[in-house]
C-alpha cells in the first residue's frame, strides 16, 4: 500500500494544479480557454503526464500550450507553445458550440477531491466568456475508485462530458492543423495564459 501512496503523489499533485489554475484570469480577454489533461500510473511508451490548453481571443487569434511530463524517470516538464489564427468559419463554428443550450446550462465545474485512488484519470475543462462573467465547465473520467466527491458532482460530470463533446471535438481538430499553420513561439512564463 506504501508503494501506491507514493505513486499516487503526481495524481494529486496534477489534480491539484488543475484547481489552481481556476483562481487565476487571462490579462485580456478571450472567447474560450480549453484545458485538457491526462495522467497514468501505468508504465508507459511516452509521457505519463499530459496537459493541453487552447485560448481562443475575440479576434481569431489562438495560444495552444501542450505540456508532456515523465514522473518515472524524473524528468521536468516539456512545454511547447504555437500561435496561429483561426478562419472565420472555425470561429463560427466554436461560437455556435458555446451558444448551444445545452453547454450553457452546465453546472460549475466541480474540482475533483484529492488525493484519488485512481490508476488514471482525465479531465477536460472550458472557461467561456459570458457577458461579464466566466462560465466554468468540465469533467473527470477515471478508473479506479475515483475521487470522493458527491455522486451529484460525478453525475454533473457524466452530463457535462455528454454536452461538451462537440467542444471537445473542436478543440481536437484545430490542434490538428496542419504544422505551417502553427508558429512556434518562446514559452510564456505562466500556466495557460495566467
Known amino acids: 500500500m506504501a508503494m501506491r501512496t507514493n505513486i499516487l503523489l503526481p495524481l494529486v499533485l496534477a ?22 489533461s491526462w495522467s ?5 511508451a511516452g509521457p505519463n503526464n499530459l496537459s493541453n490548453c487552447l485560448i481562443v ?12 511530463q515523465e514522473f518515472f524517470d524524473g524528468r ?12 472565420n468559419k472555425a470561429l463560427g463554428i466554436l461560437q455556435g458550440i458555446l451558444d448551444d443550450a445545452g453547454v450553457s446550462r452546465l453546472h460549475q465545474f466541480a474540482q475533483p477531491v484529492v488525493p484519488m ?3 488514471d484519470w482525465q479531465g477536460f475543462t472550458a472557461e467561456i466568456v459570458r457577458g461579464p462573467k466566466v462560465q466554468r465547465v468540465g469533467y473527470l473520467t477515471w478508473h479506479g475508485a475515483g475521487p470522493n466527491n458527491s455522486e451529484g458532482d460525478k453525475t454533473a460530470w457524466k ?10 471535438e473542436w478543440s481536437h481538430a484545430v490542434k490538428s492543423y496542419t504544422p505551417s499553420t502553427w508558429k512556434r513561439v518562446p514559452n510564456p512564463q505562466t500556466i495557460c495564459g495566467e
Open 15 to 36: 489534480a491539484a494544479v488543475i484547481g489552481q489554475a481556476a483562481e487565476h484570469r487571462l490579462p485580456k480577454p478571450f472567447i474560450v480557454r480549453v484545458s485538457e
Open 40 to 44: 497514468t500510473l501505468h508504465p508507459t
Open 57 to 68: 481571443l475575440p479576434d481569431g487569434r489562438v495560444h495552444l500550450e501542450l505540456r508532456r
Open 76 to 87: 521536468a516538464t516539456a512545454l511547447t507553445t504555437y500561435e496561429a489564427a483561426l478562419n
Open 117 to 119: 485512488d485512481v490508476d
Open 159 to 168: 452530463e457535462a462530458s455528454v454536452a461538451l463533446k462537440p467542444l471537445v
